[in-house]
């Protein structure tokens, strides 16, 4: 038990296709935040929520759409992805910003 | 703009030995930097966090070292066990960013 859920693990989906990814934090915490994983690269971090008040958007382009509902749930809303939007999706939860972030498995998503 | 960089980007060995995993960043203004592991196909699981005003922190075979001053920071595994083998990250909260800005990690193979 991650303490972090997220759902689905894997989502392959075309280009014209609508998903969203969820994440669930059990922790009690209070800030969450999305990263993007490829290959070969750093992790990026698309978007940070903090009580439920997005603090950070992270010049991500608009066919990602977060929502934050309560301080337990985090959803990321896909439509017209790109191939290079295939990335490993992660979430993470932390107490503050100089809190250790605590990381769910991803979502693996395949764009056709 | 704060740049972390990790070295090596691969290592194997045999187990049983001493390793020392290196991180540098290049703003020293930070909260604190944090030491993550990989699994293939799974999320981060955090190991380690040294908060800014701190030197070093332990915990069981892992030693995890800060310089400030100079930008760096080392991950010291005594007695690798295969079951050690993942990909290390290191991370940085930067003053000025107020978010986490990984390296690009490395990847420790440890055989029997």
């Known amino acids: 038990e991650t303490g972090v859920t997220q759902t689905p693990r894997h989502l392959v989906m075309g280009m014209t296709n609508k998903k969203s990814l969820k994440c669930e934090q059990h922790?009690?915490?209070?800030?969450m935040y999305w990263y993007k994983q490829s290959a070969k690269k750093p992790l990026e971090l698309m978007f940070v929520?903090?009580?439920?008040?997005?603090?950070e958007n992270n010049s991500v382009p608009s066919r990602f759409s977060p929502e934050c509902p309560n301080s337990s749930h985090l959803f990321l809303h896909l439509h017209t992805l790109q191939p290079e939007d295939s990335a490993l999706y992660l979430c993470?939860?932390?107490?503050?910003?100089?809190?250790?972030?605590?990381f769910g498995d991803g979502t693996r998503l395949s764009i056709l | 703009k704060q740049e972390v960089t990790q070295i090596p980007a691969a290592l194997s060995v045999p187990e049983g030995e001493n390793l020392v995993l290196n991180c540098s960043f290049t703003?020293?203004?930070?909260?604190?930097l944090q030491w993550f592991r990989q699994d293939p196909g799974k999320g981060l699981t955090s190991l380690l966090l040294i908060q800014s005003s701190q030197r070093e922190q332990t915990s069981g075979r892992l030693n995890a070292s800060l310089d400030k001053s100079s930008g760096r920071s080392t991950l010291y595994i005594a007695a690798s066990q295969p079951g050690d083998s993942a990909t290390y990250l290191c991370a940085v909260n930067g003053v000025s960013t107020d978010k986490l800005i990984f390296g690009t990690g490395t990847r420790l193979q440890v055989f029997p």
């Open positions: 993470a939860s932390s107490q503050g910003a100089d809190q250790p972030q605590h």
């Open positions: 929520y903090s009580l439920e008040e997005r603090v």
């Open positions: 703003d020293s203004a930070i909260y604190n």
């Open positions: 922790l009690g915490h209070n800030a």
